[in-house]
């Protein structure tokens, strides 16, 4: 797989695809995390500073519409986006009124070496996510038509088969940018003999999003310790009562399994003891302590409890190597933060390899105010991460490598 460095950019346009999906306040127009816009800046400095014409591919949530009209009509724009890689960058970036357009042809022709312009969000052209690879493959050309070379940089993409990802590398000479090629090299540093002990942490809200990477794992960790939403179906398998708490009843028999597995192949799985049970999902809504054993069929648990926070920072202390993905709690609730923020600082902690596996979970660290330093990696690609670690083959590294 090339890097950027084997390219020769200098006075080329460059289509680099970025992973600038950062979420939005309510009314749309504000950016509440802006972590993926600077994980992408060295890639994108890179190229200005060697003298390339750098025109960006991103996309920005999930448009919904029959076409592109409908979509962008919709949006979510990424006029934001464009506004605040502006100020982090020091230079104007141009953002396109289309994708493949005029606009964006217009843009991408105005281009000087050194500048930088986004087209807009990619999601608006159906064809993109389009399971039709004609389909697809019509829109891989109009970007390619833009650019002389291609640099993938949107590691929170590769695991989707999408024009802009995995068709337009096939098109121009292609290359990985900088923060693929450290994500894939954290993501080995995972599978390939990590040091020992080996602790995942999993959390989030549905156990089915993970239950394959948590198969997986079971034959790589020494423990997983398995919090917030998730944790929920895991305690209903071993017959617990968990009230209004989220819970995916069709997943008990496989989480059984999984928990079987585990047995049998000698691998801990840590749950939790206690619960932080509430009358409502809602800011200030009234809740208590309950034991796992003991809660009650009208609460529901948005957080860990006191004992379980302590018993995780235990299993957490003699780690060598750590990666975590998913909040353990409705972090985004000041009073409902206490099992993530505890997570977060046991992990930090650790003087081996952790990595924070992207998503909700990097945004947690940031939004509580935990250094980014204190990890060894944060992940920008939560998804992706997940399916590295399940071993599925990622199309749009697999289209890079191929390149």
């Not at 995390?33 to 060697?50: E, F, W």
């Not at 606009?103 to 039709?132: H, I, Q, W």
């Not at 999003?209 to 997986?216: C, E, M, T």
Request: glycine letters at 10%; charged letters at 20%; proline letters at 5%.
């Amino acid at each position: 797989m090339l890097s950027v460095d084997d390219l020769e950019v200098s006075g080329a346009t460059v289509l680099l695809r970025a992973d600038l999906n950062v979420p939005l306040d309510k009314s749309g127009t504000t950016i509440t995390d802006d972590g993926r816009i600077r994980a992408s800046l060295p890639t994108i400095q890179k190229l200005t500073s060697r003298g390339a014409r750098v025109l960006i591919a991103a996309h920005l949530g999930r448009p919904k519409g029959a076409d592109y009209a409908e979509r962008a009509a919709g949006g979510p724009s990424l006029a934001p986006v464009a506004a605040r890689l502006a100020e982090l960058l020091g230079q104007p970036v141009p953002l396109a009124e289309d994708v493949a357009g005029p606009s964006a042809a217009e843009v991408a022709a105005k281009l000087a070496s050194g500048d930088v312009a986004l087209l807009e969000n990619v999601r608006f052209e159906p064809a993109e996510t389009s399971k039709d690879a004609a389909e697809r493959a019509g829109l891989a050309r109009r970007l390619a038509a833009m650019a002389q070379l291609y640099v993938g940089d949107g590691f929170g993409a590769l695991h989707r088969k999408h024009a802009s990802v995995y068709d337009v590398p096939a098109l121009l000479p292609a290359a990985a940018g900088d923060l693929v090629l450290d994500e894939v090299a954290v993501l080995q540093r995972l599978t390939r003999d990590p040091e020992r002990p080996y602790v995942v942490v999993l959390g989030g809200a549905k156990p089915s999003d993970k239950l394959g990477v948590i198969s997986s794992l079971l034959g790589q960790a020494d423990r997983v310790l398995i919090g917030g939403g998730m944790s929920y179906t895991f305690l209903a398998a071993q017959g617990h009562e968990m009230g209004k708490s989220l819970l995916e009843a069709d997943k008990v028999d496989q989480v059984r399994q999984v928990l079987a597995d585990a047995d049998q192949r000698g691998v801990e799985i840590v749950l939790p003891v206690d619960l932080v049970g509430a009358d409502g999902f809602a800011p200030d809504a009234r809740a208590d302590i309950y034991d796992v054993t003991a809660f009650p069929a009208d609460r529901e648990s948005l957080d860990m409890g006191p004992a379980t926070r302590e018993l995780f920072a235990a299993k957490l202390a003699d780690a060598a190597t750590v990666f975590w993905n998913g909040p353990v709690g409705v972090f985004e609730f000041p009073a409902f933060a206490a099992g993530t923020l505890a997570v977060a600082r046991a992990i930090a902690k650790v003087r081996g390899l952790t990595v924070v596996g992207g998503g909700d979970s990097a945004a947690a660290v940031r939004q509580l105010g935990i250094p980014e330093d204190s990890f060894s990696h944060i992940s920008t690609g939560g998804g992706a991460s997940l399916e590295y670690l399940e071993g599925t083959t990622l199309p749009g590294l697999q289209a890079l490598e191929k390149a």
